[in-house]
């Protein structure tokens, strides 16, 4: 099918490590993303991957990628206040002349002081 | 460079009648899309663009039109509006998706049928 999924909620304390999680349908998928929206704003990338990497490391985002199982996570170490958000991935599909950019559900990161 | 503007901000609108929202992207990007977000299921695209004059379906497209008419604008209209078309709707570009790209987001339209 189509779909790109997430859980939708997620809790951490501040300090703590928080993973989140998502599933993806199209193995020809040529790069992954993980963006972030803060309440009333738009998406901003957060980082990405392409789909020959397993894991990628951004200062205190590292993802992770498990092609055979179709399955991308996104670890934030030192979870902080600033980082409750919404945080969705979002998968490239097809070539330059048919692709789209499909998103999942989206998960809410709440951090508790 | 303002990157992805869309206009209106926020609209009211009562059932039946019609609207378009504009996006404009000033980064010479070819790539556009109209997604709705609502509370659970997140982004769900409506319809795209891979180039000027194209346009080509997503995953909800009815009782949505588009138009890319120039590179830089892709317009989404209403013809009849109704209330499950309350939403928020986000305009994004990308350059293309054989290469990494990013897509950048509009700031978002508000949308009330009621």
């Known amino acids: 099918g189509e779909d790109v999924e997430q859980s939708l909620f997620l809790s951490v304390r501040e300090g703590d490590s928080s993973v989140i999680n998502c599933t993806y349908t199209?193995?020809?998928?040529?790069?992954l993303y993980w963006y972030k929206q803060e309440p009333g704003a738009g998406l901003q990338l957060l980082t990405y991957?392409?789909?020959?990497?397993d894991m990628k490391q951004d200062q205190r985002l590292t993802v992770l990628l498990n092609k055979k199982d179709k399955h991308l996570s996104l670890r934030i170490a030192d979870t902080q206040t600033g980082d409750s958000a919404i945080y969705f991935c979002?998968?490239?599909?097809?070539?330059?002349?048919?692709?789209?950019?499909?998103f999942g559900q989206g998960t809410t990161l709440q951090v508790k002081p | 460079n303002a990157g992805v503007t869309q206009t209106p901000k926020f609209r009211v609108l009562k059932t039946g009648q019609s609207m378009t929202l504009l996006c404009a992207q000033d980064?010479?990007?070819?790539?556009m899309y109209w997604y709705r977000q609502d509370p659970g299921m997140g982004l769900r695209l409506i319809h795209y663009?891979?180039?000027?004059?194209?346009?080509a379906k997503g995953e909800v497209p009815d009782g949505y039109n588009v138009s890319r008419l120039k590179k830089q604008n892709f317009l989404l209209g209403l013809e009849s509006a109704a209330p499950s078309q309350t939403s928020v709707y986000f305009c994004?570009?990308?350059?293309?998706?054989?290469?990494?790209?990013?897509?950048?987001f509009g700031q978002g339209t508000r949308l009330t049928v009621v």
């Open positions: 199209d193995s020809s998928s040529t790069y």
């Open positions: 979002a998968e490239s599909r097809g070539s330059s002349n048919t692709g789209k950019l499909i």
């Open positions: 663009s891979v180039g000027e004059g194209t346009t």
């Open positions: 991957i392409f789909s020959n990497m």
């Open positions: 980064m010479n990007h070819e790539y």
């Open positions: 994004a570009s990308s350059h293309n998706l054989d290469e990494n790209t990013e897509a950048f």
